[in-house]
């Protein structure tokens, strides 16, 4: 299959190396053009880790050019980035064609939905609760994929399109998807923004300093507390929609294949196991700048719709934008762009399982 994949950061040359090495056409698109300049010279891109080898994946000029003739639209950067990605991406999409939002975050998915909506046209758009790898941009032409996921939770908008899109994922990245009720259900098991709250509020004098600190070794038992009280709040605000999601403890269990147990605990067995991860040496981190308005948002808002404690996701933005010395809140434009804020209960869970009523499309517009 012919795949665009919307980025160029680790994420996305990991999943150029993968798709390529399993036999698939990856044709990478930079908003920038800068992070792709060596690639376009012809350059090879460099895996290593879980898929070793050299690779030349395609690189497209235009996002028009990406996108033209791609079977599957893979959205691989920061969920920053993924609304100006989408606006690009929504006039040249056709109905033939599977968008993959690789994480989803703040609804990205429903919101761009609405933008198809606006043209009249409904395309399957799947949204992954987390990336199906984990790997580190070594330089423009290299990237090191340490960990495929063995488990990745997926719901596709609208559901009456499920089948096709767990298809198409299994056909580009294996057997490893689980298939979830509706996109609330994944933007609610996305657990990134809990873990990098608590690891980054934890640990922000040595991510200010710009200290070398590991992860794992730093996850101990207090900071595995927190990051587990923090979880609870995600779990309640599932559980009140009527969603089953997995727990942290388990999210760790299925990733790594370790017993499951409290975080802290899971972290010393993990430092036998596994390389060390550095920690982020500065502030300027999507663990904080993405996750925080991206993830921490989000499920404030949702908690606040079906009144259920938020207190420590709203402490954590609190703190944080302290900590900036600006709104964090205001850095996310997803969920103003799809009004979560003043959405009704009733309204959102219709929408996360059909999207949004077609408008005529444009060409029948007076």
Not at 96 to 103: D, E, K, P, R, Y
Not at 168 to 175: I, M
Not at 194 to 201: G, I, P
Not at 296 to 306: D, P, V, Y
Request: aromatic content about 4%; glycine content about 8%.
């Amino acid at each position: 299959m012919r795949v665009a994949i919307m980025g160029a950061g680790a994420i996305a040359f990991g999943s150029a190396a993968f798709l390529s090495a399993n036999g698939h056409t990856a044709v990478l698109w930079s908003p920038s053009g800068k992070r792709t300049e060596a690639l376009a010279r012809g350059e090879a891109l460099i895996s290593e880790g879980k898929v070793e080898g050299q690779f030349h994946p395609e690189i497209a000029v235009t996002c028009a050019d990406a996108v033209a003739d791609a079977d599957a639209i893979l959205l691989a950067l920061p969920a920053n980035g993924h609304k100006v990605v989408m606006d690009a991406m929504a006039p040249h999409l056709t109905a033939a064609q599977v968008v993959i939002i690789s994480s989803h975050a703040s609804l990205g998915a429903l919101y761009l939905a609405k933008k198809l909506a606006e043209r009249g046209l409904s395309v399957p758009i799947v949204a992954w609760s987390t990336t199906v790898l984990r790997a580190r941009q070594r330089s423009l032409t290299s990237v090191k994929i340490a960990t495929l996921r063995g488990k990745v939770d997926l719901a596709t908008l609208p559901v009456s399109e499920n089948e096709r899109g767990l298809a198409t994922c299994v056909a580009l990245f294996g057997d490893r998807f689980v298939q979830r009720s509706d996109i609330l259900a994944i933007a609610l098991s996305n657990v990134n923004p809990q873990s990098h709250m608590a690891l980054a509020l934890s640990n922000f004098t040595r991510m200010e300093r710009g200290e070398d600190w590991g992860q794992t070794e730093n996850m101990t038992d207090a900071v595995g507390r927190l990051l587990e009280a923090i979880d609870k709040e995600r779990l309640a605000i599932a559980s009140r929609f009527g969603l089953t999601v997995r727990t942290m403890r388990e999210h760790y269990s299925l990733t790594y294949g370790v017993p499951d147990a409290p975080i802290g605990e899971t972290a010393r067995l993990l430092l036998t196991r596994t390389e060390r991860t550095a920690g982020p040496a500065t502030i300027d981190t999507r663990y904080v700048l993405e996750d925080v308005p991206f993830g921490l948002l989000q499920n404030l808002l949702l908690g606040r719709m079906i009144g259920t404690d938020v207190s420590l996701h709203e402490a954590g933005l609190n703190v944080f934008s302290a900590l900036y010395g600006r709104d964090l809140a205001k850095d996310n434009d997803l969920l103003p762009a799809v009004g979560l804020a003043d959405l009704p209960r009733e309204t959102l869970m219709s929408l996360v399982r059909e999207g949004w009523p077609l408008q005529e499309p444009e060409h029948h517009q007076a």
